[in-house]
């Protein structure tokens, strides 16, 4: 937590296999996996664990035909290509109309937005403020791709796409655990490593 902020310091994807829409509903005719990421190992094992014996609540069913695969992947580059797994969104809202603005890749608070996030997040898990920032870049001809949702209500802009993400291995590791940019307790901003 830090200040009115609280962060919760795991992200995961989206649901990935084969499916149909019908009248506004997603039918899954396949395997489902997702995946879910956090610096703290404990959260992870306990969330391996309570699948593992109790299975996957989703809708009113309870899945315990799972398979479960746990990872520990460390960051070693200080210059990465990835992709968004889920599209990474950063806002800001007006304290007195409470209006929020979502802002696009092409806009230039968008990466100085991501770097600040990161400080945030980084100072609450921390306890301490990183030493330099991270540089995002969008990759040349590769236009980023737009998604609006709604989630709790509210409607959510977010964006897709390959970028360029630059910082320490240390940092660079950190937002590969945690997620790029805001929500990411909310499915926003995990990214694959090209």
């Given at each position: 937590m830090r200040g009115q902020r609280q962060?919760?310091?795991?992200?995961?994807?989206q649901?990935?296999?084969?499916?149909r829409i019908e009248n506004k509903k997603i039918t899954f005719f396949s395997e489902v996996s997702f995946e879910v990421r956090s610096p703290e190992p404990l959260l992870i094992r306990l969330l391996g664990e309570g699948i593992w014996n109790k299975g996957v609540t989703f809708g009113n069913h309870v899945y315990?035909?799972?398979d479960l695969e746990l990872?520990?992947?460390t960051v070693e580059e200080r210059q990465l290509l990835i992709r968004m797994k889920s599209?990474?969104?950063?806002?800001?809202?007006?304290?007195?109309?409470e209006k929020t603005w979502y802002f696009s890749p092409d806009e230039e608070p968008f990466c100085k937005m991501i770097n600040d996030n990161f400080y945030r997040k980084y100072q609450a898990y921390y306890g301490i403020a990183p030493m330099s920032g991270i540089q995002l870049g969008i990759c040349e001809n590769s236009m980023p791709k737009k998604l609006v949702t709604r989630y709790k209500g509210t409607f959510i802009t977010a964006w897709y796409g390959t970028y360029k993400l630059s910082g320490e291995r240390k940092y660079l590791d950190f937002l590969y655990q945690t997620g790029l940019g805001a929500k990411n307790a909310q499915g926003f901003g995990m990214f694959e490593i090209l």
């Open positions: 962060y919760k310091m795991f992200q995961f994807s649901l990935k296999g084969e499916y315990t035909d799972v990872y520990d992947y599209p990474v969104t950063v806002y800001a809202t007006d304290l007195k109309s």
